[in-house]
T-cell receptor, first 106, second 113 residues
């Protein structure tokens, strides 16, 4: 079992839909990161959080430390949101989930 | 502020050949990371430097992979000899210090034929 599990692995949505990607982890962490990776591109950090909730534009990230669970929400999704979203946790090193491939169709 | 630079962006080699990747971190960032990302998987840490010293290389296949950061700034990652299973994207990242947010480069996509 991976230390960081994401669900779903693949997600297809219609433009405008509300999207949720989940992340569960099994190790102690100092912080949790949500990252975005476009095809052929590098990785962009979206959020780094250790408690509560953060919002940036149409993106919202929440974390429940007791339940070892985090969610990334995208409101009013758009085709340009299509990418791989990766959850990673900071412990002794950064440990990554396998990513969620999101496709938003117009 | 310039981001993390990597070169080359793409490389195709035959198995048993050697290859080297270069990374220039964000200015002033003490910590530098090399990751391997195989298609369909999350990145895996290969090696972490703090200035010019190695902090963690426990997942680096040392029989064929080597990395250095001699002056505590730029870094190179070398594979010698390459195997088919080394085909992956090699990502470099840097952070101001250990535990801080990491900033990633665009990656080098390696294909071993």
């Amino acid at each position: 079992k991976n230390e960081v599990e994401q669900s779903p692995q693949n997600l297809t949505a219609q433009e405008g839909e509300f999207i949720t990607i989940n992340c569960s982890y099994s190790v102690g962490i100092s912080a949790l990161h949500w990252l975005q990776q476009h095809p052929g591109g590098g990785i962009v950090s979206l959020f780094m959080l250790s408690s509560g909730k953060k919002k940036h534009g149409r993106l919202i990230a929440t974390i429940n430390i007791q339940e070892k669970h985090s969610s990334l929400h995208i409101t009013a999704s758009h085709p340009r949101d299509s990418a791989v979203y990766i959850c990673a946790v900071s412990g002794s090193r950064l440990t990554f989930g396998e990513g969620t491939q999101l496709t938003v169709n117009p | 502020e310039a981001g993390v630079a990597q070169s080359p962006r793409y490389k195709i080699i035959e198995k048993r050949q050697s290859v080297a990747f270069w990374c220039n971190p964000i200015s002033g960032h003490a910590t530098l990371y090399w990751y391997q990302q195989i298609l369909g998987q999350g990145p895996k840490l290969l090696i972490q430097f703090q200035n010019n010293g190695v902090v963690d290389d426990s997942q680096l296949p040392k029989d064929r992979f080597s990395a250095e950061r001699l002056k505590g700034v730029d870094s190179t990652l070398k594979i010698q000899p390459a195997k088919l299973e080394d085909s992956a994207v090699y990502l470099c990242a840097s952070s101001l210090r250990r535990g801080n947010e990491q900033f990633f480069g665009p990656g080098t996509r390696l294909t071993v034929l």
